[in-house]
């Protein structure tokens, strides 16, 4: 499998890749990735900023999807109920790289393939100096909850996106 930066020339089967995502979480009850989020423009901006990552099989077709930020996160300067595992009191010289919009095609769901984009992650952040991987999911997420404590993610409490909407945050050292 090939982990590489996404393209534009990518977008249309990574839109194709969160619809898929988007139906199975509304199908499960799960309020998360409503109205149309993430959308294309989300994409196209995350390929701008050069956060935007696949991760292909052999053959080329993309079966996953991320955002890796090395930048910080601005909705996780403050945490509720815990605290994360390392400081981000300056968040402007982050310790941590953040992942966000984790997806992965609807078909190739059970094989390890959200595991292995965190995985990928960590290694950027890594060769960035970061110590530390941050991520969030939504309460009612517990597919993804559970691939982040089959992970080793720590939860470390709640964060309070820009929406007000509650997300759980778990961290890992890496």
């Not at 499998?1 to 089967?13: C, G, S, Y």
């Not at 991987?133 to 997420?141: C, P």
């Not at 945050?169 to 890496?174: H, Q």
Request: net charge negative.
């Amino acid at each position: 499998m090939e982990f590489r930066k996404t393209t534009v020339n990518d977008i249309a089967r990574v839109a194709e890749i969160f619809d898929g995502a988007r139906e199975t979480m509304h199908a499960a009850g799960i309020d998360q990735w409503t109205d149309g989020y993430p959308a294309v423009s989300d994409i196209q901006a995350d390929i701008d900023a050069g956060v935007s990552y696949v991760l292909c099989e052999d053959d080329g077709r993309i079966v996953a999807t991320c955002a890796v930020l090395l930048d910080g996160e601005v909705t996780y300067t403050e945490i509720a109920g815990g605290a994360w595992l390392t400081d981000s009191s300056d968040d402007a010289d982050t310790t941590y790289v953040a992942v966000h919009r984790v997806a992965t095609d609807k078909t190739c769901r059970g094989r390890g393939l959200a595991s292995r984009l965190l995985t990928e992650a960590a290694v950027i952040g890594r060769r960035a100096g970061k110590i530390s991987l941050r991520i969030d999911t939504h309460r009612d997420n517990k597919p993804m909850q559970g691939m982040l404590a089959r992970g080793g993610l720590t939860m470390c409490g709640e964060i309070t996106l820009l929406s007000g909407a509650k997300r759980n945050a778990y961290e890992k050292m890496i």
